[in-house]
Structures are given as structure tokens and as C-alpha cells.
């Protein structure tokens, strides 16, 4: 498929923490041209069955991670769900910077991922209130659980959206979606004679 990925943001000062998660999520599935030219011409008849597309982008710190979620914002591709870590020593924690981040992006879902218990279910939720938008991963981390958090946050984070914010992608996806097919087709079709 030719859609934009959806965008994750993994906040970790842990360098091969980040490298696991683009083994997950960004792991290339292969689509056949006949089938890519089949959904072009005939609409996705995939659709919720297939995978999302994910685009991982890092940042190594929770000040730096807060920073990457104001500039995605700005450049109209904003985050859809990010992994924090609780552990980033020497700056703030992922408990601490949870609500910055929420406050960036309202709509932000937050997977807190943790391998101690610096805080107990009382304390993060004192810190950080309760919200539907929040979720805990315990490391390790199961492929299957990254997965299922990454496809089931993005189809809430898109169920979500008002009515009109839903028009408009699916106003700009169709048109993208007719354009794309309109320029393979004019590049496999046989020239005129």
C-alpha cells in the first residue's frame, strides 16, 4: 500500500531498546503487484485484516522526546502512540514527562514500558491520573504484545477522532489514493502506437 505509516515514538535511553522495536513494527511485508494493483482498482478489500505500516522514530531522552512530539505536531505528521520508558536517568523519568506529553498532544497514547517497579500502580497514577490513553508494557516485551498495543491504539486513536477530522482524511486518503493509481497506470500502460 501506498498510505502513510503511521508514526510511533520511542522514548528509551536504551540504544538496542529502540532497534527492538523497529524489528517489531517496521519489518517490510511484501505485497504482490497484482494484489497492490487489485486494491488500487478495486478499493481494499483487505481491510482490517491487513497490518498497519509504522514509521519508529527515537529520541534517548524525555526532554528530547517531549521536543520530537511539539515538532511533529508542527509539521502536520504528529505521533500516534509512544513507548516510554520509566528509567532515563539523569533527566525526567517516563512518569514525569507523561502529562508534558499529553499536554503537547492531547490525543498522544502513552505505553509506559518498564522492567522495575520505581512506582506502584497508586504512585503512577497519582502522578499521571487516569486515563484511558495510558497503557503498561512490562519488559521484556513480547513481539505479539507490541503489535497488538501499536494496531490497537492506532484503530482507537482513528475511531476517536470527531466526524468532521475523520472527513477530512478520508477526503485527502481518497484523493491520494486516486492519484497514485492514476500515475501507475499511466507508467503500465503500453504507449500509443
Same mark, same amino acid.
Given at each position: =500500500?501506498?498510505?502513510?505509516?503511521?508514526?510511533?515514538?520511542?522514548?528509551?535511553? @536504551?540504544?538496542?531498546?529502540?532497534?527492538?522495536?523497529?524489528?517489531?513494527?517496521?519489518?517490510?511485508?511484501?505485497?504482490?503487484?497484482?494484489?497492490? %494493483?487489485?486494491?488500487?482498482?478495486?478499493?481494499?478489500?483487505?481491510?482490517?485484516?491487513?497490518?498497519?505500516?509504522?514509521?519508529?522514530?527515537?529520541?534517548? &531522552?524525555? &526532554?528530547?522526546?517531549?521536543?520530537?512530539?511539539?515538532?511533529?505536531?508542527? $509539521?502536520?505528521?504528529?505521533?500516534?502512540? %509512544?513507548?516510554?520508558?520509566?528509567? =532515563?536517568?539523569?533527566?525526567?523519568?517516563?512518569?514525569?514527562?507523561?502529562?508534558?506529553?499529553?499536554?503537547?498532544?492531547?490525543?498522544?497514547?502513552?505505553?509506559?514500558?518498564?522492567?522495575?517497579?520505581?512506582?506502584?500502580?497508586?504512585? =503512577?497514577? $497519582?502522578?499521571?491520573?487516569?486515563?484511558?490513553?495510558?497503557?503498561?508494557?512490562?519488559?521484556?516485551?513480547?513481539? $505479539?504484545?507490541?503489535?497488538?498495543?501499536?494496531?490497537?491504539?492506532?484503530?482507537?486513536? =482513528?475511531?476517536?477522532?470527531?466526524?468532521?477530522?475523520?472527513?477530512?482524511? @478520508?477526503?485527502?486518503?481518497?484523493?491520494?489514493?486516486? &492519484?497514485?493509481?492514476?500515475? &501507475?497506470?499511466?507508467?503500465?500502460?503500453?504507449?500509443? %502506437?
Amino acid at each position: =500500500m501506498n498510505e502513510v505509516p503511521h508514526r510511533i515514538l520511542v522514548i528509551d535511553d @536504551n540504544p538496542e531498546i529502540h532497534e527492538d522495536f523497529r524489528k517489531v513494527l517496521c519489518t517490510h511485508r511484501s505485497v504482490s503487484k497484482l494484489t497492490a %494493483a487489485e486494491s488500487f482498482l478495486f478499493g481494499d478489500s483487505g481491510g482490517s485484516d491487513r497490518q498497519y505500516e509504522f514509521r519508529v522514530d527515537s529520541a534517548f &531522552q524525555a &526532554q528530547e522526546g517531549l521536543a520530537r512530539v511539539y515538532h511533529a505536531i508542527q $509539521e502536520g505528521y504528529p505521533y500516534e502512540v %509512544a513507548f516510554v520508558d520509566v528509567r =532515563m536517568p539523569p533527566g525526567l523519568d517516563g512518569i514525569e514527562v507523561t502529562p508534558r506529553l499529553w499536554i503537547a498532544d492531547p490525543s498522544l497514547h502513552i505505553v509506559i514500558c518498564t522492567a522495575y517497579s520505581d512506582y506502584t500502580w497508586e504512585q =503512577m497514577f $497519582e502522578k499521571v491520573g487516569v486515563s484511558d490513553r495510558m497503557f503498561v508494557l512490562k519488559k521484556p516485551f513480547d513481539r $505479539e504484545e507490541v503489535l497488538q498495543l501499536a494496531h490497537g491504539l492506532i484503530t482507537k486513536r =482513528m475511531a476517536d477522532r470527531s466526524p468532521a477530522e475523520r472527513r477530512g482524511a @478520508n477526503a485527502e486518503a481518497a484523493a491520494e489514493k486516486f &492519484q497514485t493509481a492514476i500515475f &501507475q497506470l499511466r507508467h503500465e500502460l503500453p504507449p500509443h %502506437a
